[in-house]
């Protein structure tokens, strides 16, 4: 069976600090991988997902994440951010073949100013 | 265009009562999902529905849930002889006809649930 995780449950950074939030997952197959994003009050929303190509991928907002596949991590990075960042963020795996995606714990950013 | 939306935002019934959860996917998405979102417990996967095939009922907790999709739109999700741990904000998804695996869920408001 898969499963996600993600290392770290709450963050806490001063505006402009760099951001890396680990995901980690467990899965012999081919894989799509996904960051979603809920700010406080809000729905689930994308912000980037790799399937195939470059591991770099590049989503919305200035966030970016990278899959190395030997560690079967899916690391979101951020250089810079923002209090407007402030939001709950989910890694989400789903075999390359099925379709119900398997969310991680989810990690709790709070971006102070 | 419109997102995916729930009905109703939040629900509180009583203990042992039946409750129904309605989502209305994007036009033109042929699947459908739910999932649950509870404390502790992160985002669970309860039912998928693509076209008009049989639904995946693999993630449903008891057979207190069911969960039907007509015309192939509209889905209702219903919740019989509720229980506390049933409490969790139940969010659907929808995404669009797949195409090369590259399908992506797009996630409705949620609908909150509290069972007292």
């Known amino acids: 069976a898969q499963s996600v995780s993600q290392h770290n449950h709450h963050v806490i950074l001063s505006e402009a600090a760099s951001l890396e939030l680990g995901c980690n997952y467990s899965y012999g197959g081919t894989v799509n991988l996904f960051w979603y994003v809920q700010y406080p009050g809000q729905h689930l929303q994308l912000l980037l997902k790799y399937f195939s190509g470059d591991p770099l991928v590049k989503g919305i907002k200035g966030f970016e994440a990278e899959f190395i596949k030997s560690k079967f991590s899916f690391n979101l990075r951020k250089p810079s951010v923002q209090w407007s960042d402030t939001a709950e963020y989910f890694c989400a795996v789903k075999a390359n073949s099925g379709y119900a995606l398997n969310f991680g714990k989810g990690t709790s950013l709070l971006v102070t100013p | 265009g419109a997102g995916v939306s729930q009905s109703p935002s939040n629900k509180v019934t009583e203990k042992g009562k039946d409750v129904e959860l309605r989502c209305d996917p994007i036009?033109?998405?042929?699947?459908l999902y739910w999932y649950r979102q509870s404390l502790g417990q992160g985002l669970e996967f309860l039912i998928y529905?693509?076209?008009?095939?049989?639904?995946?009922k693999s993630g449903l907790p008891s057979d207190r849930f069911s969960a039907e999709r007509t015309g192939g739109s509209v889905s209702t999700l219903t919740i019989q002889r509720t229980q506390q741990e049933d409490s969790a904000v139940y969010l659907c998804?929808?995404?669009?006809?797949?195409?090369?695996?590259?399908?992506?869920?797009?996630f409705g408001p949620g609908t909150r649930l509290t069972v007292l």
């Open positions: 529905f693509q076209g008009n095939s049989a639904p995946d």
């Open positions: 998804a929808s995404s669009p006809p797949r195409a090369g695996s590259t399908d992506t869920q797009y």
């Open positions: 036009s033109g998405h042929t699947a």
